[in-house]
């Protein structure tokens, strides 16, 4: 399939710990971008990583990027309880109008 | 500045009724896309609007229609609702049609009884 498929599906850790999900994809890429979905709401665009990076900052989001592995991840450091919601990392198909494809996501749960 | 907008936010209809979405995007987008999302599940796209045109369109049955108006603000209307049409809507805008950055509205949850 074309969408972007997020691994695990479920994570549950402690405030405080880092929490780590990974994505993968079949198609080649622009650019990869990652979601987070608090429970029943909408989606808060995260951070967008181009093809030509590597990996990618934003305040306690770090996110990678490898082109040859077709997969990226995206760690949270430090976590808190307000972190808990799902994320996703849809692809984007150019052939489409640039529509998003998304998977099942990563649901995390940060308990306090 | 506004971002994303989508009302109402919770709705229930009997099946077989008709139902319209709204949505309101960002300032400065041009294009609005909409997806269902079932419970526990991913969103699924539905169609995107560029120029008050369908420009790309998911499968989806053609009892989900839409609208985008002058100002770029666009509707979603769903005819001869089903049980399984019951979802959270969502839409999201970008500029230009290549969803370089898509902005989400916080959804319209869709209860259909």
């Known amino acids: 399939s074309q969408q972007g498929e997020e691994d695990p599906q479920a994570l549950s850790i402690q405030e405080g710990e880092n929490a780590t999900m990974n994505c993968s994809y079949k198609?080649?890429?622009?650019?990869l971008q990652w979601y987070r979905q608090n429970s029943g709401r909408g989606l808060v665009h995260l951070i967008l990583i181009r093809s030509n990076e590597r990996e990618k900052h934003s305040g306690r989001l770090r996110v990678t990027l490898d082109t040859s592995k077709k997969s990226s991840s995206l760690l949270i450091t430090a976590s808190r309880a307000a972190d808990t919601a799902s994320y996703f990392c849809p692809t984007v198909d150019y052939n489409q109008g640039g529509k998003l494809i998304f998977g099942q996501g990563t649901e995390l749960s940060v308990k306090p | 500045d506004a971002g994303v907008t989508q009302s109402p936010t919770h709705l229930i209809k009997t099946r077989g009724q008709q139902v319209t979405l709204r949505c309101s995007p960002k300032?400065?987008?041009?294009?609005v896309s909409w997806y269902q999302q079932a419970l526990g599940q991913g969103p699924q796209f539905i169609f995107q609007?560029?120029?008050?045109?369908?420009?790309q369109r998911g499968n989806f049955p053609d009892r989900f229609s839409g609208h985008q108006f002058p100002n770029y603000s666009s509707e979603l209307n769903v005819n001869a609702l089903l049980l399984g049409d019951s979802a959270l809507y969502l839409c999201?805008?970008?500029?230009?049609?290549?969803?370089?950055?898509?902005?989400f509205g916080q959804g319209t949850r869709l209860t259909v009884v």
């Open positions: 300032s400065g987008h041009d294009t």
């Open positions: 609007y560029y120029e008050e045109e369908e420009r």
């Open positions: 999201a805008s970008s500029l230009g049609t290549l969803n370089t950055e898509a902005f």
């Open positions: 198609t080649s890429i622009n650019n």
